[in-house]
């Protein structure tokens, strides 16, 4: 092996051979910033097929399958630097690319003097199109926040001129919408939290309460329920939609 090559393992649990880090050039317009809203719904895997020939019937460690609710297959990574995304990883050349883009954008990150949190995940959307492009956004569960490492305006991320924090919270709760499964330990409780801010707007007879008060009050009798089953998916999907519908309004 040529002795300035190193092997570097990277934040998605696979050796890689490389000079040091991945080599990056900002003037390659290859990243795309989205948001949730902007995720495709026929990225690269559109639908997990039965395992063929050309595919590992094994993901590599630290990768987990989860399958939504609504049937959606997605893939987790659980290590320093977590990452979700929907691309077919059991197809070994789409494994590359993620393996790729999850090393670059955390090399990037190092470059630029970028600290991210523990509680920091990665999402990445592959365009089965153009093999070179990647697009992306991170997502802090601490704050309940998206975000980007590259500048952009809200135009070309379809958000309003003027961007609130109750919006940049709202693209959070969609993330937890669209993969709930991996989900099972939020703190604080979302459940907790969601009863409260329910109950209150309720009793003050807010009228900015997206909910007609016969309706608040059944959502309020299954939120109390939920309490103690947060770690089930779907009540998590469930409480993901309901933050994000409680967001817009109040």
Known sequence: M??????????????????????????VKRLQPITTHQVSSHSVNESIPVLSSSMSPYLPPQWLAYTHPEGQVYFYHASELRVVTEANIYCPDVMDQVVYWAQWLKDRCCSEGISLSNDVELFIQLNKSEPDHCAYYFIEHGTRTQFWIDNTDTEALGLPHTVSTACIEELYWKHVERFPMHLTNLTPNPVNSLICLLSHTRDTLDDRLPFPADECAKILEVLNILQDNISDANAMRLVARLWGVMGIYI
């Open 2 to 27: 040529d002795p300035s090559l190193v092997e570097t393992e990277g934040p998605i649990g696979c050796t890689s051979t490389t000079h040091g880090r991945l080599a990056f050039d900002k003037s």
